[in-house]
């Protein structure tokens, strides 16, 4: 099974301020990533696939990166609604894996 | 709007099974498969498999196999995920997604197994 590390698992950050969230698989996936964000309480949404297309109706505040082995979720501009766990997810091979998530938090 | 919608929350004893309804609407039922994940409380996201609403072939998590049983139903746009010999580790919101990587999701059922 391909393993997905994210880095950090948590993060502090203040509203207006840009992060960055990273993915590495345990073998190339080329760019089948998947982003999701997971607000409490509320099912995951997808935010980008594709490693860097933006889901129908994400803002462009979210941006992705990355190829084979190395993939980064960007968020500029954070804004309340943004705090949040983000997960990625590997669907170049089955079983689908997902990164053990990353809290952002308000600083 | 594409809609994905769960049947409602269960609590069930260890060794009974659990069968978790998912409707959808809004797109053409057979045009996605329909993938199953879970979340523990607390705990990140785990994919527990996949059925292809065209062909109704399935690929399953290797922990789950043998326990798990995701079908669907053509005719009302209805996938169905049933798990068998509960225990209390199998305790979790479990979410169907349309697809799995760009998809909608439905709300979650959360599944409780306490005796």
């Known amino acids: 099974d391909i393993q997905m590390t994210q880095s950090p698992s948590s993060l502090s950050a203040s509203v207006g301020d840009t992060v960055t969230i990273t993915c590495r698989a345990s073998?190339?996936?080329?760019?089948?990533l998947a982003w999701f964000q997971q607000r409490p309480g509320e099912a995951p949404k997808s935010l980008i696939y594709?490693?860097?297309s933006l889901q129908s109706g994400v803002p462009s505040k979210f941006s992705g990166s990355g190829s084979g082995t190395d993939f980064t979720l960007t968020i500029s501009g954070l804004q309340p609604e943004d705090f949040a766990t983000y997960y990625c997810?590997?669907?170049?091979?089955?079983?689908?894996?997902f990164g053990q998530g990353t809290k952002v938090e308000i600083k | 709007q594409v809609q994905l919608v769960q049947s409602g929350a269960e609590v069930k004893k260890p060794g009974a099974s659990v069968k978790v309804s998912c409707k959808a609407s809004?797109?053409?039922?057979?045009?996605?498969?329909i993938s199953w994940v879970r979340q523990a409380p607390g705990q990140g996201l785990e994919w527990m498999g996949w059925?292809?609403?065209?062909?109704?072939?399935?690929d399953y998590l290797q922990r789950f196999q043998g326990r798990v049983t995701m079908t669907k139903d053509t005719s009302t746009s209805t996938a169905y995920m049933e798990l068998r010999s509960l225990r209390s580790d199998d305790t979790a919101v479990y979410y169907c997604?349309?697809?799995?990587?760009?998809?909608?999701w439905g709300q979650g059922t959360l599944v409780t197994v306490s005796s």
């Open positions: 997604a349309q697809g799995v990587y760009n998809g909608a």
């Open positions: 809004g797109y053409i039922f057979t045009n996605y498969g």
């Open positions: 059925i292809s609403a065209h062909e109704g072939n399935t």
């Open positions: 073998q190339d996936i080329i760019y089948y």
């Open positions: 594709g490693a860097s």
């Open positions: 997810l590997q669907y170049s091979s089955y079983p689908r894996t």
